[in-house]
């Protein structure tokens, strides 16, 4: 079984930075990807960016290219630099691990709990 655990989240203006992490804990691999998505009230969930943890390919969602940048360290952190934040950016934000860099959310097998980011014009 795999935790993982977000944080980072908060409140910010437009055009401010935020950075969020996901810790992972429990079961240990290196072959896998982790990703980023977000759900704002009354939308889907959607892609935002992941990561293949060994060969450190990446793909972002159009929306945030550009913008956010997504890396992971050397133990088990992969964080997601937002700069530029917009309000259409507010949400909760979710980590998630999977086998494939894909942005399809159910082919992630573990999700976080989320972190609430909120943008204000």
């Known amino acids: 079984q795999v935790q993982l655990v977000e944080s980072g989240g908060g409140l910010v203006q437009a055009g401010g930075s935020l950075r969020l992490s996901c810790v992972a804990s429990?079961?240990?691999?290196?072959?896998?990807?982790m990703g980023w998505f977000r759900q704002a009230p009354g939308k889907e969930r959607e892609f935002v960016a992941a990561i293949h943890w060994l060969s450190r390919s990446t793909n972002y969602a159009a929306s945030v290219k550009g913008r956010f940048t997504i890396s992971r360290d050397n133990a088990n952190t992969v964080d997601l630099q937002m700069n530029s934040l917009k309000p259409e950016d507010t949400a909760v934000y979710y980590c998630a691990a999977g086998w494939v860099l894909t942005t399809t959310g159910r082919q992630y097998e573990y999700w976080g709990q989320g972190t609430q980011v909120t943008v204000s014009s």
């Open positions: 429990g079961r240990t691999f290196s072959n896998h990807v």
